[in-house]
């Protein structure tokens, strides 16, 4: 479950200050796929980067189900360093673009977020093939992200952001590279991860097959502020 409560972030630049996240509200329930909509400019990379804590926000609330309510005031936010650390592991975060190490196998990409967990050798590894299988990639393991193709990166990618079995995958953009055949294949492997692991997804994009696969549980933002909320119905006024 995630319950985001008015939660703000303006960014105060040289002329002007801009409202990134303006007063956004949303709840999520637990294993959901969760669409955040609008058009470029609309605030919806800056919300997902508050969610995850790439971004502090000014003031409100964020519940992430299993730590609890972080409130943020003034730029601040009332947990631990050590706590917080724990909270972002348990978020996956898969981009519009892959940021794969170009240098390093299919295998040592997936592995990489494993490196510092305690796993041996053999359990990453064995942890590794269990990826690659779940997103039809186990015959590329020794393969290096240059002789794969888009959709066969973002599988990596999205391999790479499960490892840690987050509670919590943000997609931000994740077809926005990819042709329409491709973009449907990473939208049915999302679904198939959310199915079999149960793990809540936050997609954020303006693609229109997302959208209408999506609408029934989606908000839209507009220059930082829910226009629309599905879970709520109807749209608001600016």
């Known amino acids: 479950m995630i319950n985001i ?13 801009v409202h990134a996240v303006d007063d956004v509200s949303l709840h999520i329930e637990s294993g959901q796929i969760y669409g955040v909509i609008g058009y470029s400019g609309a605030g919806k990379s800056t919300l997902v980067r508050c969610l995850n804590f790439l971004e502090i926000p000014d003031s409100g609330s964020i519940e992430i189900e299993g730590f609890g309510k ?18 972002r592991r348990s978020i996956g975060m898969i981009f519009q673009h892959f940021n794969l190490l170009d240098r390093s196998t299919v295998l040592d990409n997936v592995a990489y977020p ?14 590794v093939d269990e990826l690659l299988d779940l997103v039809d990639l186990a015959d590329k393991k020794y393969v290096y992200p240059s002789q794969l193709s888009g959709g066969q990166q973002q599988r990596v990618t999205i391999g790479r952001a499960i490892a840690n079995k ?10 926005g590279n ?3 055949e ?15 692991l149960d793990t809540t997804i936050m997609m954020v994009t303006h693609d229109k097959v997302l959208v209408d696969r ?24 600016l």
């Open 70 to 87: 972080v409130n943020a005031k003034q730029g601040s936010l009332d947990i631990s360093q050590k706590k917080l650390r724990e909270l």
């Open 214 to 237: 999506f609408k029934k549980r989606t908000i839209m933002l507009d220059k930082g502020y829910v226009i629309h909320d599905s879970n709520r119905g109807g749209y608001k006024s």
């Open 178 to 180: 990819l042709d329409p």
């Open 182 to 196: 491709k973009s449907l294949e990473i939208i049915t492997l999302l679904e198939k991860i959310n199915k079999k």
């Open 114 to 127: 494993l490196k510092y967990t305690g796993l041996s050798k053999k359990e990453i590894e064995t942890r």
């Open 166 to 175: 987050p509670m919590v995958l943000i997609a931000d953009e994740p077809t």
């Open 5 to 17: 409560e008015h939660l703000d972030k303006t960014y105060h630049l040289k002329n002007a200050d």
